[in-house]
């Protein structure tokens, strides 16, 4: 220990005492799940290492590359010297863009002032739990979900709630099941909608009983849209038009086809705001400058045009691969509503997700994710398929396993 470093930093001490005879992680590293798909993804490329043509079924990024217009202004960005930090907010230009977008897409008046532009809607996520919880306070998600959730719940040290779902509930919450799941610990609700991984959403009727529920109960409902672009059924509508009371996260990645950009926001009620920005500034400083200037041209016409007919090519990719899928002995039985992704009852197959995916790909070379990525409830059951390849390759993939599949025995 430094002299005098106890009385500087009088917190220190005991932090320090207590990680000195210990030489293994901290506890919460144990409940870290890995990702299971990006084993699947090593072996893949390992059997394409060996020669074989292997269908990525398994990825959750869109295949098409950054739009051009983003690509140009990225380049302007670097050749006018924008490489410093900025606000830990963001830039003030791309929060009032994102404030816009809001009116232009969905008809809700926002207020820039709501808009903090994050490292990615991970780490959007996190800064909404950073705020929101203490110890041990719980917070209520889909079992199956997208597993970053619990984990950035577990390593703030509260407890994430699983709510089993099926397709009775549409794989959803509900403002019922909120209700019957929530205890005197609980303090916060997370939705995604549409979800990865069963792309189903929840209608806007029912997130309007759901915000009332989650406030009655003295809650903070949080929404994960970002997907919401990647809609197939109708006007997307947000759950900002429902109240500005509740915190809605949202990102670049997916609909604006910027995974590795790492850019997402929030938007949050305004009171909040402040104690997000410290937060910001002290986790990561400021969201990737670049990337900001870059997304600047995310909202242009004619960005938006290409984005538009990439989803239609997204929805057309989900019309051939449901109702194959389905022909070929997977249970679906909720349409999909948006984002890139199917989640299927493989127990005619199998009850090992794990090893089914294993066998699939070694058999066949498609490449999917096991549904134990994603959960615990009836997670062996299932397999999550991502349509993030091109229509061909789908086709390829879906002849593939109908060549396969009726070798296996068919399970009751
Ligand atoms: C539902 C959901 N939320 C959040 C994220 C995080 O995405 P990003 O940090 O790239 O915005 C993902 C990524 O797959 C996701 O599926």
Known sequence: MVEGYDRAFPFVPALVRSMEPRQHPAARVADIAPFHVMEVQT?????????????????????????????????????????????????????????????????????PERIVVTAGSSAALLLVMALLLNRDEQVLLTD????????????????????????????????????????????????ASPSNPTGTMVAHDEMARIARKVDDLGGRLVVDEIYLGLSYEGAPRSALALSDDLFVVSSFSKYFNMTGWRLGWIV?????????????????????????????????????????ERRQAFRARRDFLVPALRKLGFGIPVMPGGGFFVYADCSRFSRDSLAFGRDVLEATGVAITPGVDFGTHRAHEHVRFAYTVAMEKLEDGVARLGHYLPSLPRLP
């Open 43 to 111: 072996a893949a490329r390992a059997l394409e290492a060996a020669g074989r043509n292997v269908v990525h079924m398994e990825i959750g990024e869109p295949d098409f590359p950054t739009p051009g217009p983003v690509l140009d202004a990225a380049r302007a960005a670097l050749a006018d010297g924008h490489i410093r930090y900025t606000s830990a907010l963001g830039l003030p230009e791309l929060r009032r863009a994102i404030a816009r977008h809001y009116g232009d897409a969905f008809g809700i008046d926002v207020s």
């Open 144 to 191: 199956p979900g997208y597993p970053c959730n619990r984990h950035f719940v577990r390593v703030l040290e509260g407890a994430p709630l699983g709510v089993p779902v099926g397709p009775a509930e549409n794989y959803q919450l509900s403002a019922e099941s909120i209700a019957r799941h929530w205890t005197g610990r609980t303090r916060a609700a997370l939705i």
């Open 268 to 308: 949050a009620p305004e009171r909040h705001v402040r104690d997000l920005e410290k937060l910001a500034q002290n986790l990561y400083i400021s969201p990737a400058t670049v990337s900001q200037h870059a997304a600047l041209a995310c909202f242009r016409a004619d960005t938006l045009e290409i984005l538009e």
